[in-house]
């Protein structure tokens, strides 16, 4: 599925005098079957913190199409505040996208697909806190707001969900136990964290609800060399769009897939990864993940196992932060090969 991928170094700047880098940008080219070229950039400018020593507020800004007259651009601002007690998460999101729809369930088959194409605006905001409790426990809200139009096109698919077009408007909470070090590239400590969203008719068109169960764990068997394993578990009930169904995001949770390649009501994913820095800006790793879905719990335990193994590269666009850019091919079922880059790590 891949031809080829460029990975280009990041441009920076520091300003004299205190060595505090404000900006970084990398360029992307890519091809996949999906989306034939891709071309983008991410760029990330710095702002200084309140205190010496503080997390690094940060405004990211990524834009990128293909010749297939896909597009997309987002900017994702994060601050911190009351001495890092307090974190602000927020998304403004552009996307005109071609993908493709593989059919509901655990056992979908490559080759058999219908396109749709799928025209989304998308806000969201979600605030985390410490204040009040010790400091490995965390808690938060999050708001989701997005108008979506979805149009199928004519493919070998014929038995087509509801597009769910429309606002998909929700709220939810989130509480966690988290000990990681640093949340650019984590060397040791572990996160576990339940979160519930709730979408109502009320606020929007539809009413459904998605929970997750996030469990991670780290630790570093030399300064530059990190072990990360992660579990997720993902539900959605009541009137879900098929887009909004549990599965994996190819991005950060089996990486290399399209888009809910294999999802349903329930999802579950297994990651494992061995991450190496090496040189100057440069890095590496190797992974593991695993996943399937269902209908019902009872489903997901019965289904098979998808299954994935890949390397990727690493740039460092922030090395004081732990910072960095990644592009990693994936061999996926051990039949076919898939593309992704993002900046920061996976999971």
């Known amino acids: 599925m891949i031809a080829f991928v460029a990975f280009v170094a ?19 080219l890519g091809y996949t079957e999906e989306t034939e070229f891709q071309i983008g950039v991410m760029a990330l400018l710095f702002l200084k913190p309140d205190e010496p020593g503080g997390y690094v507020p940060e405004i990211g800004l990524t834009a990128y199409g293909s010749t297939r007259g896909q597009l997309q651009l987002q900017l994702e601002p994060y601050y911190y505040l009351f001495h890092d007690q307090v974190s602000i998460w927020g998304l403004l999101k552009y996307q005109d996208w071609v993908a493709g729809y593989y059919g509901r369930g655990n056992n979908p088959d490559i080759d058999v697909f219908t396109n749709f194409n799928r025209k989304k605006f998308q806000y969201g905001t979600r605030i985390e806190s410490r204040i009040g409790l010790p400091r490995a426990l965390k808690y938060g809200v999050e708001v989701h707001a997005e108008y979506t139009e979805i149009d199928f096109d004519i493919g070998e698919i014929t038995d087509l969900p509801d597009a769910h077009s429309g606002w998909r408007n929700g709220a939810g909470y989130l509480l966690g136990v988290d000990t990681r070090d640093n949340i650019n590239w984590t060397r040791h400590g572990f996160l576990a964290q339940w979160q ?54 190819g991005i950060c949770r089996f990486r290399g897939v399209e888009s809910l390649y294999f999802g349903d009501n329930q999802a579950v994913i297994m990651q494992a990864e061995v991450r190496q820095y090496i040189w100057w800006r440069l890095g590496g790793h190797l992974f593991f993940e695993g996943g399937k879905s269902g209908r019902y719990f009872s489903e997901l335990v019965r289904n098979d196992w998808h299954r994935s193994i890949g390397a990727g590269a690493l740039l460092g666009l922030n090395l004081k932060q732990n910072l960095f850019a990644r592009a990693d091919f994936s061999w996926i079922d051990f039949d076919h090969l898939g593309l992704s880059f993002y900046v920061r790590q996976a999971f």
């Open 10 to 28: 990041a441009a920076t700047e520091e300003a004299s005098g205190d060595n505090f880098q404000r900006y970084s940008v990398v360029p992307i």
């Open 196 to 249: 519930q969203m709730f979408y109502s008719d009320r606020l929007g068109d539809y009413t459904f609800d998605v929970e997750s169960l996030d469990l991670r764990g780290y630790s570093s068997f030399s300064p530059n060399t990190t072990m990360a394993v992660g579990f997720l578990w993902q539900r959605a009930d009541g009137d879900v769009p098929f887009d909004m169904l549990a599965g994996p995001d």
